[in-house]
C-alpha cells in the first residue's frame, strides 16, 4: 500500500457510517484530494482536532483499493486557529475555503492556488474587516481561472472614464453611454482596482473601506457566475 | 425479483441513516422470518412513536403529547439556567453526567454554512421567546466544539447579547483519567487556556 505524506487544508468534511469524516483536502503537492478519516468523530479519536473544515496540517495518507484515500497521521500546523475564535472571521474563511473548494479540480496540483488560499486565511488573523479578505480571495480566484473582470476601461467601448455599471456578461465596468448590469459607485470602482490593479496590501490594512459591501456583492455574483454554482457560506452567515 | 410487500420494505429499509442495499435486505429477511407478532409490535411501535410524540412546548426537545418534556415538567429543576444542545441525544449525554439542574434548549442543529444550514433552520427564534420572558440569568451554550458548533455558540452569543444574561461555553480539555503525552495538540491548548485555579 503506497502513502503520501502531504501539507493540506480542510477544505470540506461529509459524515460517513457512525464515526468517521469523509475530509476534501487542498494539498499543496496533489491538488485536491479526498480522504476517509476513520472513527475521527469519537472524543477518542487522536485525529478529530485536527481534521476539521479551516485546519492546516501535515498529513500522512494511504492509498487503499478505492478512489478514497485514507488519513494515518496527522500534525497540525496550527496556523489558522484565529480563524474559529471570531464569527467575522470564521464566516469569512468559510467563504474562501468554499470558493477555493468549488474552483478546484481533484487530483490537479496548483502549488499557486494552494499558497493564494493559505496566504488569504493566514491573512485573516491580521486584516482589521475580515469580509474585505474573503472578497479579494475571491475577486484574485476570477484572476486566477482567467477570468478577471474589465477594470481599467470600459469592457465594451474601452472608454477609460465616467465608468458607472458593472456588467457580468460584458465582463467588467461599462461608461454611462454603454450601462447595462448594476449600477456602481465611484468608491466601489476604486476598491476594485485597488484589489486587482495593485494596492491590495494597503486594502487588506484599512477598517471597511468605502464600497466593501457593493464590491463584496460584486465578487459574491462574479464568481458565482464564473463557477457556476452558489457561494453557500456567504448567503448563510451574511459574510459580507 | 422479490414480492412487491418484500420490495417495498427493503426500500424503505435503505432509507434509513448508515443502512445500505444489502442491510436493508438482511433486516427485511430476518422480519420476514420472525413470528407475526414480533413484526406487528415493530410495527406498533412505529406508528405510535409518530403518533405519540411531538415537541417541547417549552425546549423543543421531543416530548410526549402532553406538550411538555419531562425536565420542563420537573419542578425542581433551575429555570435560571438553560442548557442549549444540538440535538435530543445530546440532553440524554448532558443528564447522564449529573451535573446539570437547570433546564435545556434543544436547536435541532447547527449552523452549518457549507451544507446551507442558517440560523432560520434551527429553533433560535423560541429560545429568543424564552428569553424575553425573562428569568433566566444563564445561557450555557452546549454545542459541539467543532467548526459547526463554534459557529453557533458565536452566533448565539452575538445574537443574545442584547438581553442582558451571562453567557457560558463548557470547557474543552482533557479527558479524565487521561495521559498528558497522548492528549493532541488542540484539545492540550483549549485545556491551558481553560485552566482554573487551585483551591486548598
Known sequence: MNTVRCEAIVLRTYKLAEADLICVLLTRDHGKVRAVAHGVRRTSSKLGSRMEVLDH??????????????????????????????????????VIVET?????????????????????????????TPSVVATAFLFKTLAHEGASPVLEHCASCGEDTDLVAFDLAEGGLLCSSCRRGRPVSPEAVALMRRILLGGLAGVLREEGPPGSAEVASIAIDAVESNLGRRLRAARVLGAH | MYPQPLRALIDE???????GPKSAQRMAFYLLRQPDEDARRLAGALVEMREQTSLCDVCCNVADRSGRCDT?????????????????????????????????????????????VGPDQLRIAELKSRLADGGVAEVIVCTNP??????????????????????????????????????????LGRAFDGRRPLEG
Do not use: W
Open chain 2, 146 to 187: 467543532n467548526v459547526e458548533g463554534d459557529a453557533t455558540a458565536m452566533y448565539l452569543s452575538r445574537e443574545l447579547s442584547g438581553f442582558g444574561i451571562s453567557m457560558t461555553r463548557p470547557a474543552s480539555g482533557l479527558p479524565v483519567g487521561g495521559d498528558l503525552e497522548f492528549a493532541d495538540d488542540a484539545t
Open chain 2, 13 to 19: 429499509l435503505g432509507r434509513l441513516p448508515g443502512i
Open chain 2, 72 to 116: 420542563c415538567s420537573d419542578t425542581r429543576r433551575d429555570t435560571s439556567v438553560i442548557c442549549v444542545v444540538e440535538d435530543p441525544r445530546d440532553v440524554v449525554a448532558v443528564e447522564r453526567s449529573g451535573a446539570f439542574r437547570g433546564t435545556y434548549h434543544v436547536l435541532h442543529g447547527a449552523l452549518s454554512p457549507l451544507e446551507g
Open chain 1, 100 to 128: 477555493a473548494d468549488a474552483a478546484t479540480i481533484e487530483h490537479h496540483a496548483d502549488e499557486a492556488f494552494f499558497e493564494m488560499v493559505r496566504r488569504a486565511l493566514a491573512t485573516l488573523g491580521e486584516a482589521p
Open chain 1, 57 to 94: 496540517v501535515d498529513v500522512l495518507l494511504a492509498k487503499g483499493r478505492t478512489e478514497l484515500l485514507s488519513v494515518r497521521q496527522v500534525e497540525s500546523r496550527g496556523a489558522f486557529d484565529h480563524v474559529r475564535d471570531n464569527y467575522e472571521r470564521l464566516a469569512a474563511g468559510l
